[in-house]
């Protein structure tokens, strides 16, 4: 069993930056692709960014594309969302997530889940 842990959520003006992190446990770290996933008040959980295991493929949504970078260190057991040029539609519950295998854009994909870190974005 793995165990997720997400930091660095808060509050930030429209234009400002974060960066999540999201620290794992328990299982080989290099096994697992990883994504970011949102969910805003009243909506579904919507598919944010996926790594595959090596760090080598990324993927992302189109609304964040360009603005938004998944990466990861194995050594560290660690993934990242730096989040540039934030907007208030950014505003949401990030989660990440893990999964034995090739990387997936959607949710019901992923086995593994983290408890989810707050980001506010203010206009």
């Known amino acids: 069993q793995v165990q997720l842990v997400e930091s660095g959520g808060g509050l930030v003006q429209a234009g400002g930056s974060l960066r999540l992190s999201c620290a794992t446990s328990?299982?080989?770290?290099?096994?697992?692709?990883m994504g970011w996933f949102r969910q805003a008040p009243g909506k579904e959980r919507e598919f944010v960014a996926a790594?595959?295991?090596?760090?080598?493929?990324?993927y992302y949504a189109d609304s964040v594309k360009g603005r938004f970078t998944i990466s990861r260190e194995n050594a560290k057991n660690t993934v990242y969302l730096q989040m540039n040029i934030l907007k208030p539609e950014d505003t949401a519950v990030y989660y990440c997530?893990?999964?034995?295998?090739?990387?997936?854009?959607?949710?019901?994909?992923?086995?593994?889940w983290g408890q989810g870190t707050q980001v506010t974005v203010s206009s």
């Open positions: 790594i595959n295991r090596s760090g080598a493929g990324t």
């Open positions: 328990g299982q080989t770290f290099s096994s697992y692709a």
């Open positions: 997530a893990a999964r034995s295998g090739a990387s997936r854009n959607y949710a019901l994909a992923y086995d593994h």
